[in-house]
């Protein structure tokens, strides 16, 4: 009976959170973050061809979204985004790339690491294998697909990794983690012929590899997770500060070249400004503040990966070159001040070659 009145109160209490967090609202609170592949150089000598960074990735990747903690990006496209840029492992581990990176994906942070151990030490003299002279472990011949056939009385295989997660908008390091694993047997053989995924094959959990492997991963995730609170809801932030420019003005239609991309949606107001006065540094004529003044209100109706069509429902005489910057949801369009434009002053035309309406400047002032 107990059982079932507590039950009712959770289900209640869930429904109240729902009424005053909509879902929109709390899925906002999940941080999106990207796992770049982690660099595993310091261990190349160990595991020959095999790319235990990739694997390893692979596996902290189901451990996350396992959790449900964090939305994960997609490798896929990660690895889009690596191709496209062309970035050298050593890139792609400098912080300052790594949050250009998050920034092309859409995540809050990004996170990069290095496999700094991944071996087994000999316990054998009569291995039959070359001994690493730089940490003492069995090197993996040929990749782990050459584990097959080494069989020694005792083993012992370790795993040590570090990552770290990046702000994507400052490159700021929010955290360090580190994770490793170790597994010891005797009389076992030290893991079977796991081929090119070796991480997904049935019994790599079971190997002294995958037991080490999986308590280091194990490891990193559980940090990951714990320290989630710090990562800011930068796509929220940069979601709520979209800036562009108009594009094209036909009528009180206007086109803009900012969209979904940039975290735009059906429905949302932008503000148009005008630039009035460039304030430039007299003696390197480096602009220092640009000072605007807002002309007009427009609602969007279509939203595509790049730009923007909406309507004016505010204000007029808008031009090509004018900035935009978006509106909270919760602004009041209709408080907003507009300046008015004199129509009088110089026109610009549209791309499209019609009229988009005067400029207002002052003699001699120009759109930038």
């Known amino acids: 009976m107990k059982f079932g009145k507590k039950s009712a109160l959770l289900v209640t209490l869930y429904m109240v959170a729902t009424l005053i967090f909509p879902a929109s609202t709390l899925a906002s609170a999940k941080r999106r973050i990207a796992v770049m592949p982690f660099n595993y150089g310091s261990v190349s000598s160990e595991v020959g061809s095999a790319d235990v960074g990739k694997g390893i990735v692979s596996l902290m990747i189901t451990r996350l979204v396992n959790d449900g903690t964090y939305s994960v990006c997609e490798r896929e496209m990660i690895d889009a985004i690596l191709k496209e840029q062309n970035l050298s492992n050593s890139d792609r581990a400098d912080s300052a790339t790594a949050a250009k990176i998050g920034k092309l994906l859409g995540v809050d942070a990004i996170i990069c690491g290095t496999v700094t151990q991944f071996g087994f030490e000999k316990s054998n003299t009569n291995i039959g294998a070359p001994l690493s002279a730089a940490s003492g472990y ?86 990951l997770t714990a320290m989630a609170a710090k990562i800011p809801d930068n796509q929220s932030l940069i979601a709520e500060s979209v ?85 909270s949801a919760t602004t009041d369009v209709s408080a907003i001040l507009l300046t008015p434009v004199n129509s009088s002053s110089t026109t610009t035309k549209s791309s499209s070659g019609t009229s988009a309406g005067s400029v207002g400047l002052k003699s001699g002032s120009k759109i930038q």
């Open 138 to 223: 069995i090197p993996f011949v040929g990749g782990l697909g050459g584990f097959g056939g080494l069989s020694v009385h005792k083993q012992k295989c370790k795993v040590a990794i570090d990552a770290r997660v990046i702000d994507i908008n400052t490159g700021e390091i929010l955290s360090a983690v580190n994770g490793s694993g170790q597994s010891k047997r005797s009389g076992a053989s030290m893991g079977g012929s796991w081929g090119g995924n070796w991480w997904d094959a049935s019994n790599f959990a079971s190997s002294i590899a995958g037991e080490a492997t999986l308590a280091a991963v194990d490891q990193i995730t559980t940090q």
């Open 243 to 327: 800036q562009g420019k108009v594009a094209d003005v036909t009528g009180s239609t206007v086109i803009i070249n900012v969209g979904k991309n940039n975290g735009l949606k059906v429905g949302d107001h932008l503000q148009v400004e005008r630039i009035t006065k460039t304030v430039k540094d007299p003696s390197t004529g480096k602009v220092l503040k640009e000072v605007t003044s807002p002309v007009a209100v427009i609602s969007l109706t279509e939203v595509d990966a790049t730009s923007s069509t909406g309507n004016v429902e505010r204000g007029s005489n808008l031009v090509v070159g004018d900035n935009v910057k978006k509106l």
